[in-house]
Structure formats: structure tokens, C-alpha cells
């Protein structure tokens, strides 16, 4: 079946470092790949997707590419702030379909 | 704001006891679900609501069921809560079926005492 694996956290790091998350994924057929984050207290947001290989999703300063090759989706930001800690979850669906599979998230602390 | 709610945030049941978790939408959105979501684990589908149509995930215990008696608003109900049934629960919306976004609510956080 379908799976996401996530790196485990918690990553901590300082305010303005590189940050990546890693995401691979097993999916059958050519699956949309998405991040969402979870900020304290609140629910899961969509913060970018790709649905097709190649593709780079970006927001608020976040990107992932979709990289069939290595089934990939890895989220990187160039400058972290403390307002982007969060947990962070890779996931994917198939075929046009409504279910969202999900990796474990990675919790992400920003300090200063 | 259009928005996803649930309610309670947080429910505490005593074992065996039926209860129902709630979820309302402001989106108008076609397509109602029900994530579950064990600690330190990935959100896991439920069911989902397209419209009226039910759809069960094959796993999905008997032990839950969904109702939906118009667009705003669905409910979780578990009916004999067991002690492994202690989750979040997390309610979302989409717009229409297929890879469209979905819109989630802040969870309800079941403990089974």
C-alpha cells in the first residue's frame, strides 16, 4: 500500500539557518505529493503541493520538488524564523482519490 | 472567516461509553472526513462523506460511525470507546472529491478514562 516516511524530530535550529525535512514516499500509479504544517493548537494546513513529477511547490518561502526518480518530496526553507515552529507532515494521495496518507510529522523549533 | 469547527476540543469518556464528536463547516464544501490520529503517529482516514454517500475505509473499526444530516455538519460516533480508542480526532473539508485541497479543523482530543 501506500506510505510517507518522515524524518523523526524533534530538529531544532537557530533563527535564519537552512532547514530541510525529508520526505520519501511508495505510492502506486503517479501520486500528488502535499506538506502540511500544524502550528500549536490549531489544524493541519496545507502549505504546498506538487502533482506531478518535476513540479516545485513553494509558499511563504518553503519549497519541495517532486522528484519521481528518488520518490522524493523533501521541504526545504532557506532562513528560518521562531514563527515557523510547527510540525510538519508529508503526504500523498493516488489516482484522483480523497485520502490523504500521511507521515508521522517532524516537529520543528526555531530558537533564537 | 469560513472555517472548519469541532467540537469539543477536548472529551473525556469513561470505557464503553458511547460518544459523538462533532464538526461543522462554514465552506459549503461537498466532501466531509474523519482523520484519526494516535500520538506520535500519522493522521489516519476514517470514512469520508461525499455529499450523502458514506465511504468507509476497509480498516475503520465497526466500533465508528459517521452521520451527516446536511452539508454543515458531521458527527463521529464510537460506540463502545475502548482504551485504545484515546486520540485525536481531526475533522477536514474539501471542496469537491480528487485532489483538492483539504481544509481541516483543530481536532478533538479523546481521552477514555
Known amino acids: 500500500g501506500d506510505s510517507v516516511t518522515q524524518m523523526e524530530g524533534p530538529v531544532t535550529l537557530s533563527e535564519e539557518a537552512f532547514l530541510t525535512i525529508n520526505c520519501t514516499y511508495t505510492a502506486t500509479g503517479y501520486p500528488s505529493l502535499f506538506w502540511y504544517v500544524q502550528y500549536p493548537g490549531e489544524g493541519l494546513q496545507l502549505l504546498l503541493k506538487a502533482t506531478k513529477a518535476d513540479d516545485k511547490g513553494s509558499n511563504k518561502g518553503f519549497e519541495a520538488t517532486y522528484r519521481k526518480e528518488t520518490t522524493s518530496f523533501h521541504l526545504e526553507k532557506g532562513s528560518v524564523q521562531v514563527s515557523d515552529s510547527a510540525v510538519y507532515f508529508c503526504a500523498l494521495s493516488t489516482g484522483g482519490g480523497n485520502k490523504l496518507t500521511f507521515g508521522t510529522g517532524t516537529q520543528l523549533k526555531v530558537e533564537l | 472567516d469560513a472555517m472548519v469547527i469541532q467540537n469539543p476540543r477536548y472529551q473525556v469518556t469513561q470505557f464503553g461509553k458511547p460518544v459523538t464528536l462533532s464538526c461543522s463547516q462554514t465552506?459549503?464544501?461537498?466532501?466531509m472526513y474523519w482523520y484519526q490520529q494516535k500520538s506520535s503517529q500519522a493522521p489516519k482516514l476514517l470514512f469520508h462523506?461525499?455529499?450523502?454517500?458514506?465511504?468507509n475505509e476497509a480498516d475503520t473499526p465497526d466500533n465508528f460511525q459517521s452521520r451527516r444530516p446536511n452539508t454543515s455538519f458531521c458527527f463521529l460516533d464510537i460506540r463502545s470507546p475502548g482504551l485504545g480508542d484515546a486520540a485525536m480526532y481531526l475533522c477536514?473539508?474539501?471542496?469537491?472529491?480528487?485532489?483538492?485541497?483539504?481544509?481541516f479543523g483543530p481536532g478533538t482530543r479523546l481521552t477514555v478514562t
Open positions: 477536514a473539508t474539501s471542496r469537491e472529491q480528487g485532489t483538492y485541497e483539504q481544509y
Open positions: 462523506y461525499y455529499d450523502k454517500d458514506f465511504n
Open positions: 465552506l459549503n464544501h461537498n466532501v
